[in-house]
């Protein structure tokens, strides 16, 4: 099992910008695919970034692709999420998640490791 700590969140204005991170700890050497996802109240969780941890291949939703980047540190096991150009719409609760998966996953289900999440508000 792997546990996942995030943290970054807060409170931004519109257009500004957020960091996030997510610490892995525990049977990490299984974990292949780090991603990050999001929350918004009264919506379903939805996918927002994944890293392949070898090569550190980035994905991204065409929501957020040109404002988020991915990144990782694979000597910290921690995986980071930059937020720039921070839209209303991006307020939710984000949340990291691991998978050993071959590629990564798109889908909360190719997921099996999850962070408890940090929220993000942004305010105009």
């Known amino acids: 099992q792997v546990q996942l700590a995030e943290s970054g969140g807060g409170s931004v204005q519109t257009g500004g910008s957020l960091s996030l991170s997510c610490v892995a700890s525990?049977?990490?050497?299984?974990?292949?695919?780090m991603g990050w996802f999001r929350q918004a109240p009264g919506k379903e969780r939805e996918w927002v970034a994944a890293?392949?941890?070898?090569?550190?291949?980035?994905y991204y939703a065409e929501s957020v692709k040109g404002r988020f980047t991915i990144s990782q540190d694979r000597a910290k096991a921690t995986a980071y999420l930059r937020m720039d150009s921070l839209k209303s719409e991006d307020t939710a609760m984000y949340y990291c998640?691991?998978?050993?998966?071959?590629?990564?996953?798109?889908?909360?289900?190719?997921?099996?490791?999850w962070g408890q999440g940090t929220q993000v508000t942004v305010v105009s």
């Open positions: 998640a691991a998978s050993g998966a071959g590629s990564c996953p798109r889908s909360e289900i190719g997921y099996k490791d």
């Open positions: 525990g049977y990490t050497q299984f974990t292949n695919c």
């Open positions: 890293i392949l941890r070898p090569g550190g291949v980035p």
